[in-house]
């Protein structure tokens, strides 16, 4: 049995889940060595009798057709030791086993951030969640949302102008729910990724949904409540996010309108009032700064949006203008922003662009200046 093929049948084990199989491989060593140990070592470490079975005993039929869909050109299975799993995901108390991804799966550790909402949002909740989702994507991060009807899908097709997102699925990899989403899923596929922790042929079912929020969240820097009621999900997410250590915002509404409720109460409990995706942007800058550090470290400067044509001396007309309007005493963002005509969520990402690449330096304030060469 091959590595794959022993965490598939760990998977499939039922009872087995993240922590259980954590618990196994630290005892056994490998998921090799967990599946070739015998039976009543995995009894003696309280695993049922029937997960037991599955592991000794694994549906062959199962793992063929599970490792004849990996076989497609963009279908891509990553275990929790495959160096293409998401770090920021693996530091989740509870992070999947397997990921089952369609399209690009370095995407998965690209900066992102979540954006998630009602399934039944206003007309003006759809149009702010495009609006953010177009301009944080054009400022270099992913977006990640669930592909719900409603906010979820607004978020998506929002980022695709301008960028790249990631839909974590209920389902399994070869699943659309909803079924309205199927082009919008394929759409994704080519230009993004599809991911889900359930196995090919996992159809929807209600306890999928929760544990797909917390992969998410898990997968972004900070998550954004665009329109939500009280009772959500979406607050789900949120919630999850806050313990996973990540940046909760919200964007506020109307008293009149319940769909703004949820935004409230997540403002009213800390998350970050925003009213544009700049102030996302800055929020998160710190950490933008260190995850882009860590690709470039890694060799893949070129597969960060904002990245493009900064690098060295070889400058873009944007960043160079950037550049002219910065000397060497510190200067504010919404100076250069005035300056130059770019958009606000451009100069922050740039901003973070030229620092990485010691071409400014920041300063109290939030300001920045120009580094002597």
Not at 11 to 40: M, N, Q, Y
Not at 145 to 158: Q, V
Not at 252 to 274: E, F, M, Q, T, W
Not at 288 to 306: C, E, F, P, T
Request: proline content about 8%; hydrophobic content about 45%; some cysteine.
């Amino acid at each position: 049995m091959t590595s794959l093929d022993a965490w598939l049948t760990l998977t499939a084990a039922p009872g087995v889940g993240p922590r259980t199989c954590a618990r196994l491989i630290a005892h056994f060593g490998s998921p090799d060595a967990v599946v070739a140990a015998r039976a009543g070592a995995l009894a003696e470490l309280g695993l049922r009798p029937d997960a037991v079975t599955a592991i000794k005993q694994p549906n062959r039929d199962w793992l063929g057709a599970v490792l004849a869909w990996a076989a497609q050109p963009d279908a891509y299975i990553l275990a929790r030791d495959d160096p293409r799993y998401p770090p920021l995901l693996a530091e989740i108390p509870d992070p999947p086993i397997l990921l089952y991804v369609r399209g690009d799966p370095h995407l998965l550790a690209e900066p992102q951030v979540a954006i998630v909402g009602s399934r039944n949002p206003t007309p003006t909740g759809r149009e702010i969640t495009r609006d953010f989702a177009s301009r944080l994507a054009a400022g270099g991060l992913v977006i990640t949302s669930g592909l719900a009807t409603g906010i979820d899908g607004a978020a998506h097709a929002g980022a695709l102008k301008n960028g790249k997102t990631i839909a974590v699925l209920g389902t399994g990899p070869d699943q659309v729910y909803p079924a309205c989403h199927r082009d919008l899923a394929r759409q994704i596929a080519e230009q993004g990724a599809l991911v889900s922790e359930f196995a090919p042929g996992e159809g929807p079912r209600a306890s999928n949904f929760p544990r797909r929020n917390r992969i998410i969240s898990g997968l972004s820097l900070g998550v954004l409540v665009t329109e939500a009621a009280l009772r959500s999900g979406s607050l789900i997410t949120a919630r999850q996010a806050g313990e996973q250590g990540r940046e909760v915002f919200a964007v506020p509404g109307s008293i009149r309108n319940s769909l703004a409720r949820g935004c409230h109460a997540l403002i009213r409990d800390g998350a970050h009032l925003v009213e544009d995706p700049a102030e996302v942007l800055a929020e998160l800058s710190p950490l933008l700064r260190r995850a882009m550090a860590d690709v470039v470290v890694d060799g893949r400067s070129d597969v960060v949006g904002v990245g493009r044509g900064a690098a060295g001396k070889d400058l873009d007309p944007d960043y160079q203008r950037l550049l002219a309007a910065l000397g060497f005493d510190p200067v504010a963002p919404d100076v250069l922003i005035r300056e130059t005509g770019l958009p606000a969520e451009a100069v922050s990402s740039m901003l973070l662009v030229l620092e990485l690449e010691g071409h400014v330096s920041s300063g109290a304030g939030g300001c920045y200046c120009r580094v002597r060469e």
